[in-house]
């Protein structure tokens, strides 16, 4: 195996490896302090879009975690940046909550249900059995279909629910059509995030809790990729992959001394 060059930036997910059902995960805290004071770039990653890295940064602030607006990246941002990328000053019906809207009108997109050049479908815990109608009547007479991530559950503190994946699931039934989907494991979130922080890929390492995400987005991009144990995935589930990560650790705090 090549030797790989010496990590000058770091990409973390942030459920499962900063915090845990609303609480930091010990090692958090000290893990960003670390990382601001060493100078080097950063961002934490979630493909959650229903805040807006300003909504991000208040709740992390509110659990003790100290990081900057323009250090919070996710999949709604990266589904803006696509969009732009794609097709300037488009039109979109979205079903989203403020942060995919919030994405969406900064790169001057028009939010409209007449004939829109795009369905954009993100996170909300109001899914309109009327909205998704009317999204899939829209797909069906042309409109493009994009999904900001792939995620099929979400947690809470009651248990699992039902995310983006799988509402996107019942949207391809109705219409077979397959969306896009912008967020992890698709390193487009990574590299256009590595772009907004003035990093590459080769230079830089993903920390996550999941394989089928966040490892596996890591890999694709180019990236020295580590898995903590404090999330959803468990030693036994690692074999389970045809891929591994870089490094296994139990948690984000027997990454501090790496910074």
């Avoid at 950063?42 to 300003?54: G, K």
């Avoid at 059995?129 to 792939?150: D, K, Q, S, V, Y």
């Avoid at 990093?199 to 996550?208: K, Y």
Wanted: with cysteine.
């Amino acid at each position: 195996m090549a030797e790989r060059k010496p990590i000058e930036s770091w990409l973390t997910d942030m459920d499962g490896v900063l915090i845990h059902e609303g609480v930091p995960i010990p090692g958090a805290a000290e893990f960003m302090k670390r990382l601001k004071e060493s100078g080097k770039p950063f961002l934490v990653l979630t493909n959650n879009s229903i805040y807006t890295p300003r909504d991000l940064q208040a709740r992390l602030a509110r659990m003790g975690l100290d990081v900057p607006v323009d250090n919070i990246w996710t999949s709604a941002l990266a589904t803006a940046r696509f969009l732009e990328d794609q097709r300037p000053g488009g039109t979109a019906y979205v079903i989203g909550e403020a942060g995919l809207t919030t994405a969406l009108h900064d790169i001057g997109y028009i939010l409209t249900d007449h004939e829109p050049d795009y369905v954009v479908l993100g996170e909300t815990r109001t899914y309109s059995f009327e909205a998704l109608t009317r999204a899939i009547r829209l797909i069906n007479g042309g409109a493009r279909f994009i999904c900001t991530n792939p995620d099929e559950t979400g947690p809470s503190t009651e248990g699992p629910l039902p995310a983006t994946g799988a509402v996107a699931a019942l949207i391809t039934k109705a219409t077979g059509k397959d969306p896009y989907f912008a967020g992890k494991p698709n390193p487009l979130m990574m590299r256009t995030g590595l772009n907004a922080i003035g990093a590459h890929s080769e230079t830089s390492a993903m920390i996550g809790d999941r394989m089928d995400t966040d490892v596996l987005a890591g890999l694709e991009a180019g990236m020295e990729t580590f898995l903590v144990l404090s999330g959803l995935t468990a030693p036994g589930d690692i074999d389970r992959y045809p891929f591994r990560p870089s490094t296994v650790v139990d948690s984000i705090a027997d990454l501090v001394d790496r910074i």
